[in-house]
């Protein structure tokens, strides 16, 4: 049962979220959306509220994916058993086709269409798209692992057009080689890398815990604001857990290329999105220069 909420009280969560409006209308954010909050069916809708919103008070939003529960779904389908090494898919020339179709295909087009369905104008790409994600073959001392890439270059003109045109981009983690093969790419990085190249206000990762934590598991020890040398030192250490660490990259990433803040949040509470940007306590764990 939905209880109705008092006037005076929706006026001052606007008053509170003016500044913020003020502050990055015309701006942009990038998102990387992922983890649960691409599985739970409630979560996936407030996801898009939450970009809906974003978008229809003038703040610019990108939004990059994965999909690796739909790409795993679908190869056992087919009869191929996922490999991962160092928590990196092997991915060979069969495996790639799949990644592609899931990601490029299924998974970026059913995030489109729920976009539209909320009012807002969303535009399904791939890194392939003119271009816009170039990588290299990713060499790992654990052995081959395929078509498996690394952000090389991204050319964001494609990106920007769009964004001026009161477009959401919706971009999957697929790249393009030199050698004009398809590669797949960690979405987290790639998220940095966009976000460094159109110059975001914002990088937001969503994330299937509430932060970065100093000594996981104890959640008292949650970071509610940490440096690029920290997350740095982190990683170095062995402190961030395996899943965390592409995350903490693409912030540095983001960070050392001008972006001004980003942000590890929990993609499970509802509306997290709309918690971080519009409200002064923010939520989760924020990374700077």
Not at 46 to 68: F, P, R, S, T
Not at 134 to 147: E, H, I, R, T
Not at 155 to 161: E, F, K, R, V
Not at 185 to 205: C, F, T
């Amino acid at each position: 049962m939905n209880v109705p909420i008092p006037p005076e009280t929706s006026a001052a969560v606007l008053i509170e979220a003016l500044p913020y409006l003020r502050q990055f209308y015309g701006k942009t954010i990038v998102v990387k959306y992922g983890g649960n909050a691409m599985i739970d069916d409630n979560l996936k809708s407030q996801v898009m509220q939450d970009v809906a919103l974003l978008h229809y008070v003038g703040i610019h939003v990108i939004l990059v994916h994965g999909g690796g529960p739909d790409i795993n779904a679908v190869m056992k389908q087919v009869g191929i058993e996922p490999t991962f090494v160092g928590g990196l898919r092997v991915t060979d020339a069969a495996t790639m086709e799949i990644v592609e179709m899931v990601l490029a295909g299924k998974t970026n087009k059913n995030i489109v269409s729920l976009l539209n369905r909320q009012g807002a104008r969303a535009i399904g790409l791939s890194g392939k798209d003119a271009n816009m994600i170039v990588a290299c073959k990713m060499q790992s001392p654990k052995g081959d692992l395929g078509f498996v890439g690394e952000v090389a270059q991204v050319n964001p003109s494609i990106l920007s057009l769009l964004v001026e045109q009161s477009y959401i981009p919706v971009v999957s983690s697929i790249a393009i080689g030199p050698d004009g093969n398809s590669y797949n790419v960690n979405a987290d990085h790639v998220a940095g890398h966009i976000a460094s190249a159109v110059g975001a206000a914002k990088l937001v990762l969503l994330t299937d815990v509430e932060g970065l934590y100093a000594d996981y598991p104890d959640k008292s020890s949650l970071i509610n604001r940490m440096t690029i040398q920290r997350a740095d030192e982190m990683i170095k250490s062995g402190k961030a857990d395996r899943g965390m660490i592409p995350k903490l990259e693409a912030c540095i990433t983001a960070i050392e290329g001008g972006v001004e803040r980003a942000h590890l949040i929990d993609g499970r509470v509802p509306h997290s999105l709309l918690i971080e940007i519009f409200t002064d306590s923010g939520i989760g764990t924020m990374v700077y220069a």
